[in-house]
């Protein structure tokens, strides 16, 4: 039936994301995998630009990019809960809307007191994912401005090693807390 179906649609989509202070196993895969993703954009731009070589700077982009990884993605999470409390407190699921719910869609007795659960279940999980998304993007967003600006503009007269290691470190660390900051 209708609800059922919208029922294991809900519980797929929101099946291991928690939205207590600690990330689930799930969420963590989500935000390494970003975050690792998007530590790789400074070494092809490092390789491209400036001429560093993976074989005379190895340990360069190794540390820095693991030390990357796990400054943005632990910075993620606090975005998500700052987002998904403003979607939750938009959009909660009121009376009306649960009544004109089951009137389009007939539901009666059993059915139609589990609407209510399924209806403010299914709203939580949208916006679960979406102040995910809005975290990745903005984190995302902090991170690669200000590598452009410590990179490119402030720390372009340092050896490009030491270039490298500080635009990256100070890019994650100010996408980390500088977000925290922002967004308070």
């Given at each position: ?103 389009a869609n007939k539901l009666k ?37 200000f590598l452009v600006f410590f ?11 030491l270039n490298y290691s500080f ?18």
């Amino acid at each position: 039936t209708f609800l059922k179906s919208k029922k294991k649609m809900s519980e797929d989509f929101s099946l291991g994301f928690d939205l207590g202070r600690v990330p689930s196993s799930n969420q963590n895969t989500v935000y390494y995998t970003n975050a690792f993703i998007l530590s790789l954009l400074p070494v092809y731009l490092y390789r491209a630009v400036e001429g560093m070589t993976l074989g005379e700077y190895w340990y360069y982009f190794l540390f820095v990019t693991g030390l990357a990884v796990y400054i943005l993605a632990t910075g993620y999470h606090t975005v998500t809960l700052w987002a998904f409390g403003r979607l939750d407190r938009q959009r909660e699921v009121t009376k009306k809307q649960k009544e004109s719910f089951i009137q389009a869609n007939k539901l009666k007795g059993g059915d139609a007191s589990a609407v209510g659960d399924l209806l403010v279940k299914t709203q939580q999980t949208h916006s679960a994912i979406e102040a995910t998304a809005f975290s990745l993007a903005l984190n995302n967003a902090i991170f690669l401005f200000f590598l452009v600006f410590f990179g490119f503009f402030l720390a372009a007269r340092l050896p490009v090693a030491l270039n490298y290691s500080f635009a990256v470190t100070m890019s994650a660390l100010l996408s980390r807390f500088g977000s925290d900051v922002f967004l308070k």
